[in-house]
C-alpha cells in the first residue's frame, strides 16, 4: 500500500509559479513511478508529468513542456511538480499518483487527495 499526501496549491497571478509536493508512504513507495494529474472544473482529469522510481526518466503532457518539471527525491519519498509561467488554463484539481511506469500515465494504482490551484488572469 502507498498513501500520497499532496501540499502547496494556491492561488496565483497569470505567469507566476508554484511548487507542488507529495509525501508519500509505505515500504514500498520509493519503487513505484510517480505521476501528477489534473482535473479542471467540468473536465476530465489529465495526464500532466510521470517521473520514473529514480528519477532518471520523465514524461509531460505538451501543453506544459518547458514550464513545468517533475522531481523526486527518494529518501524524503517526496516528488515536486515545480511550476511557472502559469497560465489560467493550469486551474485546477492536482493530484499525485503512483504506480509502475508502464501504466503511470493512463491507469495509476494510488492516489492523492488532490490539492488546488487557481490562476487568475
Known amino acids: 500500500q502507498v498513501q500520497l499526501v499532496e501540499s502547496g496549491g494556491g492561488l496565483v497571478q497569470a505567469g507566476g509559479s508554484l511548487r507542488l509536493s507529495c509525501a508519500a508512504s509505505g515500504r514500498t513507495a520509493s519503487r513505484y513511478a510517480m505521476g501528477w494529474f489534473r482535473q479542471a472544473p467540468g473536465k476530465e482529469r489529465e495526464f500532466v508529468a510521470a517521473?520514473?522510481?529514480?528519477?532518471?526518466?520523465?514524461s509531460y503532457e505538451d501543453s506544459v513542456k518547458g514550464r513545468f518539471t517533475i522531481s523526486r527525491d527518494n529518501h524524503k519519498k517526496t516528488v515536486y511538480l515545480q511550476m511557472v509561467s502559469l497560465k489560467p488554463e493550469d486551474t485546477g484539481v492536482y493530484y499525485c499518483?503512483?504506480?509502475?511506469?508502464?501504466?503511470?500515465?493512463?491507469?495509476?494504482?494510488?492516489w492523492g487527495q488532490g490539492t488546488q490551484v487557481t490562476v487568475s488572469s
Open positions: 517521473v520514473n522510481w529514480s528519477g532518471g526518466t520523465t
Open positions: 499518483a503512483a504506480a509502475v511506469w508502464s501504466v503511470i500515465t493512463t491507469s495509476p494504482d494510488y
